[in-house]
């Protein structure tokens, strides 16, 4: 086993996840805690502590030998200082999250907003070694992307890109919780499926969804898959809004590969297919389609990925080569 490592722990609402690898990327070790136990113990304690508990389990004493930590956190990132603004999920404000782990740890560590994270992993660890242009598209109780252009994380001018979420798509008049009308994850979020669901069961149309009684994007899916046409109907609309949006951000940036991960991914051929017929009528009508939208760009991020962790050690791999002499970056075992 060789004695440098690399740690990546990805924040989310609910849970800390926390990987480390050695520099071969082999013999992971993944934990996890509840960012909130519950006894007073703030986030960045939880976060702390989880770090100090996989280094013991790895059997790592000398900390010297950790290489860099890489975070992925949702909010405002500044990932050249390691602030994070609005970090909801830290229950702060305004946090130096960077300074913290670094002083703590005694090593580098790189800060970044998780969308980005994740959309770096997938390049790093999901896609074949060639792909240096993709998105990955985040679809869970919101939407949000982060993009990756030329190998590198697209930032943009207020560490902005990739909020997709609130791009305008058809006027409505369900209000986002961004405070707009007509925003995407008012269309194709879990929320918006459900609710869909919901207004479907309640018009007084024969459904097999009026049996669920947790009316979810899951159930939609489920019936959906059993032949159920008000829940076909439902997918229908979610993935030709997909289909639309997606193709919107290909053709924006020439992208390789589009990944669809989040809560809704898990729903697989089920919204992937969907979509993929919608792209295949954009094609029979369009010669750029044809070139532009061709069916292997699109993938559901593989549910035993952990796309947020692997982010996170895609984070600290590349700032440590960026800041160090090159080295040659090897696939995970
Ligand atoms: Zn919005």
Redesign the pocket.
Known sequence: MSNQYFIGVDIGGTNVDALLVDEALANEIFMTAPIRPGDGTRPIEVIISLIEQLLAKGGINDWSSIKAIGVGVPGLVDAETGVVELAVNLDEKSMNLGDILQTHFGCPAFIENDANAVALGAMQFLVDASIKNLAFFTIGTGVGSGLVLNGKIFHGSKNMAGEV??MFIKESDVR?????NG?L??FVAGPAIGRMAREATQNGTATSLSKHTHLDAAAVFTEADAGDAVAIDIVKEVSLVLARSLQGMIMSFDLEKIIIGGGISRAGDSLLNPILAEWKKMRADSVMAESMLQPDKLMMCPPDFRAGAWGAVAVALAQSVQQNEPMVLAQPS
Not at 176 to 180: E, F, L, R, V
């Open positions: 979420g609130h986002c919780q961004c405070g707009a925003c994850e008012t």
